[in-house]
């Protein structure tokens, strides 16, 4: 019979004094709980912008670690969106059709997260010139399971500028 190393034993038996996996949810930090926020919107979504369909899906990846947004607007270059937790804050970095990404990043996360989460600018790579267009920043609003609110801020030869994106969950889980 193989011996259980002592550290494991007693590992597990403090975790389950402590409640098991309920307290480890309690010890979760405020960044970690926000990101599984967003974990929650993995799976199909749709909307409509300007006339154009797109459809969102969202995937949990690399051991847990980020969620992936791959957008497709229909006739449109697909997009991806990236986002991870670094220390307090939420990192979202954004693959753009206009072949830049912005990354973006949340301020300090201090409380469990209500159901918006704000993301600005910190940096953008792959511009050719200054003017070019880049978004500058994202908020994120989980209106309730199946209802999600993207707006995006963006920039372009000195002027800015908002869209507003409405999706909606697909309850059968068939993306477009």
Excluded at 48 to 74: C, D, H, Q, W
Excluded at 134 to 145: C, R, S, Y
Aim: charged share 20%; net charge neutral.
């Amino acid at each position: 019979m193989r011996r259980v190393p002592q550290f494991v034993v007693l590992g597990l038996a403090a975790w389950a004094l402590a409640g098991g996996r309920g307290a480890l949810a309690a010890q979760q930090s405020p960044g970690a709980a926000a990101f599984g926020l967003l974990t929650s919107l993995v799976g199909h979504w749709k909307g409509v912008f300007g006339g154009t369909e797109i459809a969102l899906t969202y995937t949990l990846t690399a051991n847990g670690s980020a969620l992936m947004e791959e957008s497709r607007p229909k006739s449109e270059p697909v997009m991806i969106t990236m986002f991870t937790v670094d220390g307090d804050h939420l990192v979202a970095t954004h693959y753009c059709s206009a072949r830049n990404q912005p990354h973006l990043k949340t301020g300090a996360i201090t409380e469990r997260p209500t159901r918006q989460l704000t993301f600005t600018l910190e940096r953008v790579t792959g511009m050719t010139t200054p003017g070019d267009w880049h978004n500058t920043g994202l908020v994120m609003i989980l209106e309730d399971k199946d209802h999600l609110t993207q707006e995006w801020t963006y920039q372009v030869k000195g002027k800015t500028g908002k869209n507003v994106f409405h999706f909606t969950r697909e309850l059968d889980g068939a993306g477009s």
